[in-house]
């Protein structure tokens, strides 16, 4: 960046409050300008495009396509493209995906305002940022194996309040063959029953309530 060239932003926010604020904050700056406002997947892309923006700051829950994957779909034709991703949660399992699609960085929406900022100005200069403590999630879950699809269907259907015989019947498979997905999904991910299971799925991300 020439000196005195402020660092272009675009913001993929589909809530008016926040995205408002972040337009507050981000035009007070006299090194950042805010040059494209988008509320979901396709307005980013077409934003992105037209602007060709520094940094782009993408919410992680839009209105039907994720952030996630319009990330994916904007690396593809701009391998380039520094994307941070904004969002309340810090399930490990979302920023896992986010991170290895390429993602630049990952913000808290709960983060100061100066916090924010200094993530924008890092990433701008080349370097790669996740808040402490989304680092230390992450860090806790390296190498443990993934739950299959299957898996995390029976898990979906024991949230919904299903019974063995029930999912059994739901999924067209045997009731030892579930019971045997709950044992492994259990271990996998260190619980003590189905109920614990759900209670640290929802937590890390891999369901939604």
Do not use: C
């Not at 060239?5 to 007070?28: A, C, N, Y």
């Not at 900022?117 to 402490?132: I, K, S, Y």
């Amino acid at each position: 960046m020439a000196p005195g060239k402020p660092i272009r932003i675009l913001t993929v926010e589909d809530h008016p409050v926040f995205r408002e604020g972040l337009t507050t904050i981000l035009r007070s700056e006299p090194d950042m300008l805010l040059v494209g406002l988008a509320a979901n997947a396709a307005e980013a892309l077409t934003e992105f495009r037209r602007h060709r923006p520094d940094i782009t700051l993408m919410d992680l829950r839009l209105p039907g396509t994720n952030g996630t994957d319009a990330l994916i779909t904007i690396r593809g034709e701009y391998p380039d493209a520094r994307i941070i991703m904004l969002t309340s949660s810090d399930g490990d399992v979302d920023i896992q995906r986010a991170m290895r699609a390429g993602a630049w960085g990952y913000i808290l929406k709960s983060m100061p305002q100066q916090e924010l900022l200094e993530v924008v100005r890092l990433v701008h200069a080349g370097r790669r940022h996740a808040p402490t403590e989304v680092a230390a999630r992450l860090a806790e879950h390296l190498g443990e194996e993934d739950l299959t699809t299957r898996e995390l269907e029976v898990l979906r259907l024991i949230r919904d309040g299903y019974r063995n015989k029930q999912i059994a019947d739901q999924l067209m498979i045997a009731e030892t063959t579930v019971s045997f997905h709950i044992k492994n999904l259990v271990g996998k991910l260190g619980a003590n029953d189905r109920t614990h299971a759900v209670t640290i799925a929802l937590r890390r991300g891999l369901l939604h309530i």
